[in-house]
């Protein structure tokens, strides 16, 4: 499966559909799973309960119930939907950095379904989120999927990721976006004549009853982080950069049976996603040997551990690069506690915590972090996010 498109790639991406998972050596007995809630009425409770609906719950599950049956999106109001929205993100059981549930601004696009519009309350996404580094989580809801029809579609895995161009046998930039860097260009995008590793794709936009279309990506709405060293003066010269914001695009929001095919949502990075994974793993970017040149390491023994060393003064670079640009961005021992916090918070409120521990566990320091001895299990809390449909 491709790991990487899933909403918080902080993890190793293993296997979906696994019931616990935890660390092998302290893995306890199945915990009960939490088949057989009704959606409808934990949803109308919680609701009711934060002073966002009113009742009676069970008329209003009977209504929404009903609605649903006869092919119709659930109807929701726009404080409803933003639960729903914060509430799929406290569910995400892969997300460490699920303490902020609260915080998630979500944006009733309900309306917009049409590329154009969409192109528009993207831009605007990416300006609400941004806030030139002080990033804020947010979501943007679009036109909800109708019976028999395609819903609005981004077919960006984010809406900032950098081409992937194929070039003979080698790939000069992002491989995970060897696809839509083909797309793209099949479509008539114009990449700058003098092609880097770190050229940011245009969107790709599908909306209800559309054909895909190409958009430019609004360059002056997007903050990108140079990577230097706090004492390798050299690290510069690798020419490492990132974006500030994921905003993961090729998920579906699930409410109630009501799929809304495109509700893009991001937040602030944790840096193992940028220095251990995407700037490291072999069929991404591939530095760690580049970086380990530099450093001197002897890479004809696995032994002298030239990876670790390498992964460390790469993430080393990318905490202290982020904050030198004054960008939000959280190191894995920090997100770690958060992430303890957020369950000691759920249990204060009588719910259980959904979590994936080869997600949830950051991939550097691993034992060295409290969520690496926590026993999790992935209960698929509902509302939820979904793979997006229709993707390769
Ligand atoms: N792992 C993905 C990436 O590196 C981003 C997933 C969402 N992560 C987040 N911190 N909100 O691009």
């Known amino acids: 499966m491709d790991a990487d498109r899933l909403i918080s790639g902080v993890g190793r991406g293993a296997g979906e559909g696994a019931g616990v998972s935890g660390c092998p050596f302290h893995a306890g007995g199945p915990l009960p799973a939490s088949d057989g809630v009704d959606e409808f009425a934990a949803f109308f409770e919680e609701a009711v309960a934060e002073g966002i609906s009113t009742g009676p719950v069970s008329d209003r599950v009977a209504a929404e119930k009903a609605r649903v049956a006869a092919g119709q999106p659930v109807a929701l109001s726009t404080a409803e939907l933003a639960l729903a929205g914060r509430l799929a993100w406290r569910n995400q059981a892969r997300c460490i950095g699920r303490l902020f549930w609260r915080s998630l601004l979500v944006r009733d696009a309900r309306g917009v379904g049409d590329s154009v519009g969409m192109y528009t ?97 609004p360059r002056e709405l997007v903050m990108e982080v140079p990577l230097t060293h706090p004492t390798l003066p050299w690290f510069a010269e690798l020419g490492l950069r990132w974006y500030a914001v994921p905003v993961v695009c090729d998920q579906r929001l699930r409410v109630m049976e009501t799929d809304f095919t495109a509700a893009p949502f991001g937040g602030w990075y944790m840096g193992t996603e940028i220095g251990c994974r995407n700037l490291a793993d072999e069929q991404r970017y591939n530095v760690l040997p580049a970086v380990a040149d530099r450093l001197g390491l002897d890479r004809s023994r696995r032994d002298s551990l030239w990876r670790e060393r390498a992964l460390v003064e790469l993430n080393a670079a990318v905490l202290h690069s982020y904050a030198a640009a004054g960008c939000r961005l959280v190191d894995h021992h920090t997100a770690s506690d958060e992430f303890m916090r957020f369950c000691a918070m759920e249990k204060a409120a009588g719910r259980e915590v959904s979590a994936a521990w080869d997600w949830i566990v950051p991939p550097l320091a691993g034992a060295a972090t409290k969520v690496f001895h926590l026993p999790m299990q992935d209960r698929k809390l509902r509302p939820q996010f979904l793979p997006g449909e229709g993707r390769d």
């Not at 309350?121 to 806030?131: G, I, S, V």
């Not at 793209?184 to 995008?189: D, H, S, V």
């Open 121 to 217: 309350a993207l831009c605007e996404h990416l300006a609400a989120t941004t806030r030139q580094g002080e990033i804020r989580p947010v979501m943007t809801v679009f036109a909800p999927a109708r019976p028999g029809r395609c819903g609005p579609i981004i077919r960006n895995r984010q809406l900032l990721g950098y081409a992937g161009y194929e070039e003979g046998g080698r790939v000069l930039g992002d491989p995970i976006n060897r696809a839509l860097t083909r797309e793209a260009l099949a479509l008539g995008w114009q990449p700058p004549r003098e092609r880097t590793a770190f050229d940011l794709l245009p969107w790709i936009l599908v909306g209800e009853d559309e054909r895909p279309a190409l958009f430019p990506l």
